[in-house]
């Protein structure tokens, strides 16, 4: 389970010296910094996801330098990425200033002097060992400090999976999350290897499955939306839908009919739940992205065989009275 560490819990006085302590246990050791402040509403979340290392950090005002100084006390060879999620965060690197915007990161090498500074910021960073990349040292060196647009090949798709990831963190730690941790970083390494022109030692599948992997989740945290479909996931992973078609043909199934499974799958378990049995059909149905009656009716009765109110009836649900007269 991730660990939360939250403003709230301290006293303004306290706050500073806990976040910095907290960071630079969990990243690396930074000086002293400058000008921070954080806010009630700042925390800060950790998680192992296999190889990976995953925090997520809300904090109102400050900057914070990793000097020779820093390095000599502790160099654990470790690299990581910095995905802004909304405010400002910028970092220094090697001479080159990064503020990474939607849809980008920013490579970072924890081996060599850095410097950060946020505003209102809300950013994930994803750790991982120097060792895992498939690049020479001189090509870590060379792509240290280093912004990844969504113009650059697997850019966007690294973005994509690392917000995704970010939204629950709970969920992918454990064997399922070593898995697609290795996968991340798979997808992480072939991105860098591409900016040197060096070739990937992830395989284009491992990239493929990390895409499926993205997609899958997004479409989990949105079956409420009944607008979920093709052109949004498209939209919202930057692919054609030419493309998308073909990674779920190779899944042996199309997006379409995984919405349709995954939303009927939910409404089945719920209909089936004894403290959701006042609940009219209608509720649940809405709740998943059907706000149609006569469709949803329809396409749960193609799946299950009846109605949804005489499902809930026969399988031992009383069927809300609200709902009667709308769900034959």
């Known amino acids: 389970m991730a660990s939360v560490w939250r403003a709230a819990g301290l006293a303004p006085s306290e706050r500073t010296d806990s976040f910095v302590d907290l960071v630079c246990r969990s990243i690396v050791p930074y000086g002293d910094p400058v000008g921070m402040v954080l806010g009630p509403r700042d925390e800060v979340r950790t998680a192992e996801v296999g190889a990976l290392r995953i925090l997520t950090l809300a904090w109102t005002r400050g900057a914070a330098s990793r000097a020779v100084r820093e390095l000599r006390r502790s160099d654990p060879e470790l690299c990581k990425i910095d995905v802004s ?65 969504r113009t650059q ?28 941790g290795a996968v991340l970083l798979d997808l992480i390494g ?17 990239r493929r499955r990390a895409l499926v992997v993205a997609i899958r989740a997004y479409i989990e945290e949105n079956l409420s939306c009944p607008t979920l479909g093709p052109a949004a996931i498209c939209a919202r992973h930057h692919i054609s839908p030419r493309y998308l078609h073909k990674l779920f043909e190779d899944q042996g199934t199309t997006v379409a009919a995984l919405i349709r499974s995954r939303r009927l799958e939910h409404c089945r378990r719920d209909l089936l739940d004894p403290a959701l ?38 399988t031992g649900q009383p069927a809300a009275t609200a709902s009667r007269s709308r769900w034959a």
């Open 153 to 180: 090949p697997g850019a966007a798709l690294v973005s994509s999976v690392v917000r995704e990831m970010t939204d629950n963190l709970d969920a992918y730690e454990g064997p399922t999350g070593a898995r697609l």
């Open 190 to 206: 072939a991105t860098l290897a591409g900016r040197v022109d060096r070739p990937p030692a992830a395989p284009s599948e491992s």
């Open 277 to 314: 049995a006042a609940t009219p059909v209608s509720a649940i149905a809405h709740r998943w992205g059907y706000p149609d009656p006569a469709y949803f009716n329809r396409v749960f009765r193609a799946e299950h065989g009846l109605p949804p109110a005489e499902f809930r009836r026969v």
């Open 85 to 149: 999620l909304a405010g400002r965060f910028a970092l220094e690197q090697s001479d080159r200033q990064a503020v990474p915007g939607a849809g980008s990161f920013t490579f970072v090498d924890l081996s060599r002097p850095h410097r950060v500074a946020a505003r209102r910021c809300e950013l994930t960073v994803v750790m991982f060992p120097r060792s895992a990349l498939p690049l020479r040292d001189r090509d870590i060196g060379d792509l240290a400090g280093t912004t990844f647009d």
